[in-house]
């Protein structure tokens, strides 16, 4: 059964530092990996997703890198900014088809 | 439409009352995903529809938890004779499906509140 961890479960950090966000899960057999971001009391968005072929993936600030073998995966946001405060999950899929297997996620606040 | 819709986007219901919570996937999605996410805690995976295949029903958690989907279009989750427990938010997402990349899109949710 696959299993997803998030460490650390929350974070803070004055505005402009990096943000390094940690995923890890335990079976390495994996379709993708997909990061999403939740603000309180909305639904999730999608931020970055990486097929298991990749070893990352970069969208403006935010880079992921996947390590499918040491079953890792990294989320990095440059130069963080209060807009960035949000909880930030990160999920698994193992097959083309079927459920995403979530983490419990990385609540983060970036203070002025 | 533009994105998933979800309906209603709170429900208080009393305890033992039935309630229908619905889903309007993206357009052209053959995949729709249910969860459910109580306060406080992460994304818990109730069911999955894949266009005409069996659908996965396996995340479940009582007999009192159905779900349908006609074609690759809305869906429904009900819960019958509701319970405290299932206060929580229902969030749903649909993808393209089988042969794509998987990238998930979800709706705002459904907060549902049961006194």
């Known amino acids: 059964k696959q299993e997803v961890t998030q460490i650390p479960a929350a974070l803070s950090v004055p505005e402009g530092e990096n943000l390094v966000l940690n995923c890890s899960f335990t079976?390495?057999?994996?379709?993708?990996l997909q990061w999403f971001r939740q603000d309180p009391g909305k639904g999730l968005t999608s931020l970055l997703l990486?097929?298991?072929?990749?070893r990352e993936q970069t969208s403006g600030r935010l880079n992921a890198s996947l390590d499918k073998s040491s079953g890792r995966s990294t989320l990095y946001i440059a130069a963080s900014q209060p807009g960035d405060s949000a909880t930030y999950l990160c999920?698994?899929?193992?097959?083309?088809?079927?459920?995403?297997?979530f983490g419990a996620g990385t609540q983060v606040v970036v203070t002025p | 439409g533009a994105g998933v819709s979800q309906s209603p986007s709170n429900k208080v219901t009393e305890k033992g009352k039935d309630v229908e919570l619905r889903c309007d996937p993206i357009?052209?999605?053959?995949?729709l995903y249910w969860y459910r996410q109580r306060l406080g805690q992460g994304l818990e995976f109730l069911i999955y529809?894949?266009?005409?295949?069996?659908?996965?029903k396996s995340g479940l958690p009582s007999d009192r938890f159905s779900a349908e989907r006609t074609g690759e279009s809305v869906s429904t989750l009900t819960i019958q004779r509701t319970q405290q427990e299932d206060s929580a938010v229902y969030l749903c997402?649909?993808?393209?499906?089988?042969?794509?990349?998987?990238?998930?899109?979800f709706g705002e949710g459904s907060r549902l509140t049961v006194l």
């Open positions: 997402a649909s993808s393209l499906g089988q042969s794509d990349t998987g990238e998930l899109f």
């Open positions: 357009s052209g999605h053959t995949a």
């Open positions: 999920a698994v899929q193992s097959s083309s088809w079927g459920k995403l297997q």
């Open positions: 990486i097929q298991s072929s990749q």
């Open positions: 529809f894949q266009g005409n295949s069996a659908p996965d």
């Open positions: 079976d390495s057999a994996i379709y993708n």
